[in-house]
């Protein structure tokens, strides 16, 4: 018999079945062996129709170069999820590694994915790699003027553009993914970029200059609400018409992790509840071709939620 919860799954994420969602993965490492952790993960991502896992991967150094840690692992999980219809995209970066003198190690983290995927066999291969770096997350961004702030998201836009490049040139059939923040393509009083990137004699906001590029960014548009003046549609929107004609699609990133304001996620609320207020994203988005889906922050928190 199929449970309440089933079936209002059921009929929330029918839309679902046309995009797939993503989720955001941290605590890899037990949920690698074969065991219950992960037949639970599985089950978990087969009901949700959750297809893609940004999949936080550590690396290491290798004699002069950077390689995937516990990479034999990571092989026969990949080849288990792929049985369960699961995409993995490598999932790393760092606040720090906007800045110049750090670029060589984004770009070592795009060649060990590559070896990695060389190294395997079809079914144990990444499906990408899927950068989070965040450069409102370093500590000069507080006190920085806005011109500091567009020159940080210069080179925020320089590193994720130059690994990319890298990627397509070593490995052209894996997705390139990094993670935003809703208010990159902010725009002021007149209608222009409140924070604009001048790259390649081009300029526009990161958000842009991001999806001319890659295959997918994850929005973080956190929010506990998806209506209104400042609810996650009218977050997202722009972003969206946007990719509608780039190259690359958008996930609509939700929060129900217990981090920041609450009015910044469902943590406090029931999965059934969630899924009910984010219909109108789904509806909303569903015939645009920029709209990659839903990504879900984080499977721990998630996964805690109470049903109903």
């Not at 894996?174 to 970029?193: C, H, P, R």
């Not at 548009?221 to 004609?245: H, Q």
């Not at 899924?275 to 994203?281: F, G, S, T």
């Amino acid at each position: 018999m199929k449970t309440l919860l089933g079936l209002l799954l059921m009929a929330c994420l029918a839309s679902a079945a046309e995009h797939g969602d993503a989720m955001w993965v941290y605590r890899t490492e037990p949920l690698q062996a074969d065991g219950p952790e992960r037949s639970e993960l599985f089950a978990f991502c087969e009901q949700r129709h959750i297809t893609d896992l940004f999949w936080s991967v550590h690396f290491e150094r290798k004699g002069r170069a950077q390689g995937i840690a516990r990479a034999p692992e990571l092989h026969v999980f990949i080849k288990a999820a792929s049985a369960h219809g699961l995409k993995i995209h490598a999932l790393t970066g760092d606040p720090s590694h906007v800045l110049a003198q750090n670029h060589d190690r984004v770009i070592e983290r795009v060649d060990a994915s590559v070896e990695f995927n060389h190294a395997s066999p079809e079914d144990e291969r990444l499906a990408g790699i899927h950068f989070d770096i965040e450069p409102h997350g370093l500590p000069q961004w507080k006190t920085a003027t806005l011109q500091e702030k567009s020159a940080l998201l210069t080179r925020f836009v320089e590193v994720n553009v130059e690994a990319c490049e890298r990627l397509r040139s070593r490995a052209p059939h894996m997705q390139y993914g990094a993670d935003i923040t809703f208010w990159f393509d902010k725009t002021n009083s007149e209608g222009e970029a409140t924070y604009p990137v001048t790259f390649k004699g081009v300029t526009k906001d990161a958000t842009k200059h991001l999806l001319d590029v890659a295959d997918n960014v994850g929005i973080m548009s956190y929010r506990n609400t998806a209506v209104g003046k400042n609810g996650i549609i009218s977050l997202v929107t722009r972003t969206i018409d946007y990719a509608d004609t780039a190259k690359g699609k958008a996930y609509v990133g939700v929060k129900m992790a217990e981090i920041g304001p609450p009015m910044e996620g469902f943590f406090s609320q029931t999965e059934a509840a969630m899924q009910e207020a984010l219909k109108p994203v789904r509806q909303g988005f569903a015939g645009h071709r920029g709209y990659a889906g839903i990504a879900y922050f984080m499977y721990g928190a998630y996964r805690e939620m109470p049903a109903k």
